[in-house]
């Protein structure tokens, strides 16, 4: 199993922990008698850019020739697409016999631009706990017929097969997976150089219970993304396995939509403080906005809680209904407002996503959202600011009538933002990364009625405030404060600094 390298330079934190899918498909290999594993992490292989891509791929395939493999399994996301695909071409061009499998949410999104692209024998799509180890057991005699499983048939008309979706695994099958084999992944020194806390990836839910977001992976047809939750006995045995084996005091969880259920989130948050002392562990989780129950945020900072993600995407309550959100009733932008507030009172710090540039999106929808993060700054959010690239496969790339207002662009170019594709990755890759521009979400961009200069200006305005609200953050010092009882109170006194900042901003845009 090989995972492909996604920045191209040495570990740091917070974004480099000890990967998760690899250890999970070691384990679930192993339980269903799949013998003789080997994993490498080419993540932590490669330090530096200054070699062309040439240079990484022999690297690459001298240490995965060096385990002989049978079959070779890659998982990769839309930012490691180009290098497994190249790795892949070239593993098999010189190692014809060797099966060659990929995974992940790039094949799933996109399963016939995997394969022809990486030119691999077979991809899988959505969860691969079922059908990679059926798969692996039957490569040799070319038995292709899995549910899940897109391929090319052999003979003189190649053509795309693509086999129904998979079943999930059920919420009491989830239960029945075994831990993620860490130990057989490299020391965890290599993730995290000098790092006081230790920090492990957990999945306590797969799925998400919405699945109308245009933009999201979750909106494909390609597998099914519905909601389910492992049990939270089952959550919090995996997290003091962490503890008492790797001394893990940080989970991050990986979930798409955390605590989705509220009688599942009591239940978990009353595990938590029953097996681990209060600031034993702390985790981090990505939660809608109406999962969150404002009386319930007393419990989740006692369970460890500490950061919240929430993917709200716009100030236009108009632009909710488009991108497909489906919030309750009850939420609006006020709501969140005070939500907010509360968060930050409770210790819990709240980081708030948004996003540009999507269909039908107006000058005025941008300036609510403008004004809405202020409002969200000043009670002390930071944010998370995103450029809007479609994905393949997403009900946004395949509606026609949004098709036809995609176009192409350098999003890192034009608006210095690159969720995809590093610099790094972009110098290793030179001129052949042109092979995956019409596959590559950073090489797509939504048009929208702005022209693309006063769009220009309003992200960097966000951009400002998203910069500005650090520091007030910082002011409110949520995470050094002591267990006693005391509510921290947004500090008022910085609204007119900040609104000064925000009218110079302005003034210089204009």
């Given at each position: ?217 979750n909106s494909t047809k390609n597998c099914d993304t519905s909601w ?283």
């Amino acid at each position: 199993m090989v995972y492909p390298p996604y920045h191209f330079k040495p570990p740091v934190w917070p974004f480099s922990r000890p990967t998760l899918v690899l250890a999970h498909l070691y384990a679930v290999l192993e339980k269903a008698g799949v013998c003789d594993l080997d994993v490498i992490d080419l993540d932590l292989e490669f330090d530096h850019c200054d070699e062309g891509v040439g240079h990484f791929l022999a690297k690459a395939e001298e240490l995965v020739e060096k385990t002989r493999p049978d079959v070779i399994g890659l998982s990769c996301k839309a930012a490691q697409f180009p290098f497994a695909a190249l790795f892949s071409r070239k593993y098999k061009q010189s190692h014809p016999e060797t099966k060659i499998i990929m995974g992940g949410w790039m094949p799933t999104l996109a399963p016939d631009s995997t394969l022809r692209l990486s030119e691999c024998d077979a991809v899988i799509r959505g969860e691969g706990d079922r059908s990679l180890p059926k798969l692996i057991q039957k490569i040799d005699d070319e038995q292709w017929g899995i549910n899940g499983v897109s391929y090319v048939s052999q003979g003189k008309q190649q053509k795309i097969i693509h086999n129904p979706n998979s079943r999930v695994l059920t919420r009491e099958e989830l239960d029945t997976l075994p831990l993620p084999r860490y130990d057989v992944l490299p020391s965890l020194e290599r993730y995290q150089p000098g790092r006081v806390k230790p920090c492990f990836s957990v999945q306590a839910s797969r799925g998400c219970s919405n699945h109308s977001c245009i933009f999201c992976w979750n909106s494909t047809k390609n597998c099914d993304t519905s909601w389910r939750a492992r049990s939270p006995e089952r959550v919090v045995e995996e997290i003091r396995h962490l503890v008492n084996k790797y001394g893990t005091q940080v989970i991050f969880f990986t979930d798409d939509s955390f605590g989705a259920e509220e009688e599942w989130l009591k239940k978990f948050t009353s595990q938590m403080k029953t097996e681990f002392a209060f600031g034993e562990v702390d985790y981090v989780a990505s939660m809608r906005v109406d999962s969150v129950n404002k009386e319930a945020l007393k419990d989740l900072y006692e369970s460890g809680m500490r950061t919240i993600f929430h993917g709200i995407e716009s100030g236009s309550q108009r632009c909710w209904n488009y991108l497909g959100k489906n919030y309750k009733p009850y939420v609006t932008k006020q709501y969140i407002l005070d939500l907010i507030e509360r968060e930050v009172q409770h210790r819990i710090s709240p980081i708030c996503s948004f996003i540009v540039a999507f269909p039908e999106q107006t000058e005025n929808d941008l300036d609510q959202t403008i004004s809405f993060c202020e409002e969200l700054a000043i009670r002390g959010s930071i944010f998370s600011l995103q450029v809007l690239a479609p994905n393949e496969g997403t009900a946004l790339f395949d509606v026609e009538r949004y098709r036809s207002m995609i176009q192409s662009y350098d999003l890192f170019k034009e608006f210095n933002e690159s969720e995809n594709l590093s610099p790094e990755l972009r110098t290793v890759l030179g001129d052949k990364i042109h092979e995956f521009v019409g596959y590559l979400p950073d090489f797509r961009f939504v048009k929208t009625a702005i022209p693309i200069d006063q769009l220009k200006r309003k992200y960097n305005i966000l951009g400002e405030i998203c910069s500005y609200s650090g520091a007030i953050r910082r002011k409110f010092k949520v995470d050094t404060l002591s267990r006693d009882g005391r509510y921290l109170k947004p500090d008022r006194a910085s609204r007119s600094r900040f609104n000064k900042v925000i009218d110079k901003v302005r003034r210089w845009f204009r």
